[in-house]
């Protein structure tokens, strides 16, 4: 009898195990299908809401494949440095692939090298101009200088409108508040000046001037620029960041937004949009950061997947007005990425290269 029992308790150990081996086994293999990959979107900073709402797009995309997204970045996006460490550090973690807005291009050319050498796949997104060195997988962004191009003709048809006169014959004075210098700055501003030349061209730009990016340095750059030429007409900034800031600065010296004088930017940031709708800021280069947040996970799953995708993804960009303000939130001024060409920093524009 004691025989007996003491076969059927092994037999019974032998069947508990079985059992929890095969459930270790189910247990492994779908937390692998739950967490099948891992990857880094690096952006520039998280200062201005552009990024902050890109990074919220590629982490909701990440989150339907069910994948593990990391984001690191400097605290300001002078930090070209600590930018490039960052990257430096996370390829060699245990990531599938990296996406990078980087501050500087040609200081990203040692993170990149070290991605490569790690075998790690590099994608770059909000911008479309190759580095110099190192191999991108794939450039996902707008077309910077026809974006600012198309900004541009909306200001002279805006002060054409207030002259009641042609678009050609328009005339004033236009402010660019910049971003840090690079290619980014160096597209949008000569694409914006070259926007102004091809329609308005009596209207002229009586200044430029760094507020790199914020919002708060560009009221005090502003606040500067309206003392030294109280008859500038328009505001551009290189980004929405900046335009909030002249506007403010503009209705502290007692100038009505969108009577005295406009305000235009670059993003497409939830909280200018608001402005826009409040007649507080004239208008933005809509280029939608959670929906390009969200172009850039897809393409990695794209390749992760085996699928061929194209060296430049060219996404869209809308000037948004009051006119066309809720089309663009609601998402039907959006319309699919298509295969673009590289943008060169080369003073030129993109069609041209």
Known sequence: ??????????????????????VVVIFRGTHRQHV???VAVIPPALVSPFHVTLIEGATAQANQYRWNIISQSP???????????IVEQLVQRDIDAISINPINANAMIAGVTVANEMGVPVFMHNLITPIAEGHVVEYIGY?????????????????????????????????ILT?????????????????????????QVVGEQ??????????????????????IDVFFGNSDEMAIGAALAAQQM?????????????????????????????????????????VVIEQINKLFNGAKIPYVLLTPSTVVTSANLEAYISGDTWTDPVEGVPEFDNNQPTVLN
């Open 210 to 231: 760094t507020a790199e990016w914020e919002r708060e340095k560009a009221l005090q750059v502003a606040t500067t620029a309206l003392q030294q030429h109280p008859d």
């Open 179 to 203: 971003g840090i210098p690079g290619f980014h700055t160096n597209r949008r501003t000569g694409g914006f000046k070259y926007g102004l030349k091809q329609n308005c061209p009596n209207v």
């Open 254 to 294: 007692g100038l009505t937004i969108n009577q005295d004088i406009f305000s235009v930017g670059i993003d497409g940031n939830d909280v200018t949009l608001n402005l826009i709708r409040e007649g507080t800021l004239t208008a933005t280069l809509g280029v939608y950061p959670n929906r390009m947040g969200h």
């Open 36 to 38: 099948e990959h891992t």
């Open 143 to 175: 077309d910077q200088w026809s974006g600012a191009a198309n900004l541009a003709a909306y200001v002279c048809q805006v002060l054409a409108n207030q002259q009641a006169v042609e678009m050609p014959a328009a005339k004033g004075s236009v402010f």
């Open 1 to 22: 009898m004691l025989l007996k029992n003491t076969y059927l308790l092994r037999k019974l150990l032998i069947i508990i195990l079985a059992i929890v081996l095969i």
């Open 75 to 85: 605290e300001r996006e002078t930090d070209i440095e600590g930018q490039v460490a």
